[in-house]
């Protein structure tokens, strides 16, 4: 019965931080050896402050660590493998605590009972959000293929209609709350496409800015870019937000028609999404 409970707690748990995409991490236990408290199959949530927030890997020997590589999976994007060992192990081995080897890190169990513990933590990011401006035949193709990428995706144009969760930015519509691209869930990765195309270039830009995040991308050739960029800047936009713009969208292909220019841009946000840099997304 109290097993029951248990994962009733943690399976809610799951669902409540899936509910509001929140990241988190679970850390499950896949190996011990000698005495140890938690056994393998142990799991354990992990929020990205590195506080275990339900399930059980441990006491407060193997908590610790648990937490750090937790938040550090959710911080790169990338699972972690951690093996908890007493000093004199580690010691006879030669690996020092913090180390890492094979896509192992090592952490020291200072608890009296000396046994040892392999942990996998793996990451639970919502998913990215990505925010299209503009209705045009780049736009229209960028979202449909998007779709095949795992994305949740986001058109904003001026036209769409505003409903009761919407808010308009410049006159550009977008959905709010934690599927929305206007304000994404605290964590999720955010890329903003500009692809107006002459039809609300200036104003699509401006929103863009405005909305915020990691990577904003401008549909069009730098000499079109630099025009706009101008005439922003002298209508009082700072510079150093118009140098986070990469223009032109998109990797070098060579594309021409709308399908290849999107295939283009999702061929850069898959590189920036998998590179685990989040400080590094900006281009210039």
């Known amino acids: 019965m ?25 850390a499950t236990v896949v190996r011990t050896v000698d005495a140890t408290s ?22 407060g020997c193997a908590r610790s660590a648990v937490g750090k590589a937790g938040a550090a999976a959710i911080k790169a994007g990338q699972p972690q493998f951690i093996s908890l060992r007493p000093e004199e192990l580690l010691a006879a081995e030669g690996v020092a605590p913090g180390e890492e080897r094979a896509g192992v890190r090592f952490a020291r169990n200072g608890c009296p009972s ?35 990428f795992d994305l949740h995706r ?29 304000e994404a869930a605290p964590g999720a990765r955010r890329f903003i496409v500009v ?3 002459g039809k609300g270039d200036e104003a699509g830009l401006r929103a863009a800015l405005a909305a915020g995040a990691e990577h904003v991308a401008f549909v069009g050739s730098r000499r079109k870019f630099a025009t706009l960029a101008e005439r922003l800047i002298a209508g009082g936009m700072e510079a150093e937000a118009l140098a986070r713009v990469k223009a032109p969208a ?18 850069e946000i898959v590189m920036l999404r998998r590179d685990g840099g989040r400080g590094e997304a900006h281009g210039g």
């Open 195 to 197: 692809a107006t195309q």
């Open 114 to 148: 000396k046994g040892s513990m392999d942990i996998f933590v793996e990451p639970v990011l919502p998913r990215p959000r990505l925010v299209v401006f503009g209705a045009g035949p780049v736009a229209m193709a960028l979202c449909d293929l998007a779709g095949r």
């Open 2 to 26: 109290i097993t029951a409970r248990f994962e009733d707690r943690f399976e809610s748990r799951l669902s409540s931080l899936r509910a509001t995409g929140e990241p988190f991490a679970i």
């Open 250 to 267: 998109g990797v070098n292909i060579h594309a021409i028609t709308p399908e290849e220019i999107a295939l283009s841009i999702l061929a």
């Open 38 to 59: 938690a056994k393998p199959g142990a799991k354990a949530i992990v929020l990205a402050d590195g506080t275990i927030a339900e399930g059980w890997i441990g006491g």
């Open 154 to 182: 986001t058109m904003a144009a001026p036209g769409l209609t505003e409903g009761p969760a919407e808010r308009v930015q410049d006159g550009f519509v977008l959905p709010t709350g934690a599927e929305g691209g206007g």
